[in-house]
């Protein structure tokens, strides 16, 4: 059994794969914001993180960070102290300490905010937004560190994380094409990549189960990108409905976003590229390092999973 130290427990993320791990052997201590009464005997603050020196703990997975605001409402400088300092300050814990894996949730928007044809982790990186500024400084400042022999340093850039349970844009379709009403932006054509919670938990499981699996960047996706076309399809399939359709002038509908923009309406320009952008990501360097030819879960078996959740809310 391994010990295991985890930052961004109480997130999506980090409630599903705690909770994996757990179920796989593993013993999971929590890093937490702040240390009150109700938390569990063992966490650790990160207040308190002088503590790290005198456990035994065998991996870092570090997921805590603050995530992309899709209304562009957040202070750019906040990006940098949560997701570059606090990377930073854990990562120098895990130099002196004992773990000989440290496990970093970056994201593919540290690597580009736009894609032409496939993204893989060889591409120079040129993030365009704070959130993915502060995820390449994060980057940079693990690469750039001298590592100890023995330890051994992944960092991972998952594209769209979804399952049961997940809000967000998935969310945001579901009740468009539940409550009847027609996608209007069909006449956008795209490829896009996700990520199932399933497939996430069975890399991170499989790094933390073979020691001697290498370290260094690996994009996380699932097998199958699909288009927001094909994906409204499948939202209508799973929940009974018929999908409508709209192909719209894109012209009009770039107008709307910006004024959303300016209003804080639902659809604005950073939403808006969410749903027709394309953004293929390849998943092939890490099925190579695990020897796999397919991840465990497809992406529609994926999707599907996640979308009958949402009619049990």
Not at 275 to 280: P, S
């Amino acid at each position: 059994m391994s010990s295991i130290l985890m930052s961004g427990v109480s997130g999506f993320v980090g409630q599903n794969l705690s909770r994996h791990l757990k179920e796989k052997g593993h013993d999971i201590i929590s890093l937490i914001r702040h240390a009150h009464a109700g938390n569990s005997v063992g966490d650790i603050s990160w207040d308190n993180m002088a503590a790290l020196k005198t456990m035994r703990l065998d991996a870092f997975v570090h997921l805590a960070g603050k995530a992309h605001d899709l209304k562009n409402t957040s202070d750019p400088e906040e990006y940098f102290t949560v997701n570059t300092g606090l990377t930073s300050k854990l990562f120098d814990s895990f130099l002196q300490g004992t773990a000989s894996t440290f496990i970093f949730f970056s994201s593919v928007k540290a690597a580009t905010d736009s894609v032409e044809g496939v993204l893989t982790e060889d591409i120079t990186p040129q993030p365009k937004t704070p959130y993915g500024e502060s995820k390449c400084r994060a980057e940079a400042y693990i690469l750039g560190r001298q590592l100890p022999t023995g330890k051994r340093v992944f960092i991972l850039r998952p594209c769209m994380i979804h399952g049961p349970g997940n809000k967000g844009n998935l969310n945001l379709l579901y009740q468009v094409v539940k409550k009847g009403i027609p996608y209007p932006l069909a006449a956008f054509d795209n490829k896009r990549s996700f990520l199932s919670i399933a497939n996430l938990n069975f890399v991170v499981e499989s790094i933390l189960a073979n020691p001697a699996l290498p370290g260094g960047i690996y994009n996380l996706a699932d097998d199958e990108p699909l288009s927001t076309n094909q994906l409204i399809k499948l939202l209508a399939t799973v929940s009974g409905r018929k999908a409508r359709l709209w192909k719209l002038s894109p012209v009009v509908i770039k107008a709307i976003a910006s004024i959303g923009d300016i209003l804080h309406l639902p659809l604005n320009n950073e939403r808006l590229k969410k749903l027709t952008e394309n953004f293929v990501v390849s998943n092939q360097k890490v099925k190579q390092a695990l020897n796999i030819s397919l991840m465990p879960v497809s992406a529609r078996e994926g999707l599907t999973q996640t979308i009958k959740s949402f009619s049990t809310e």
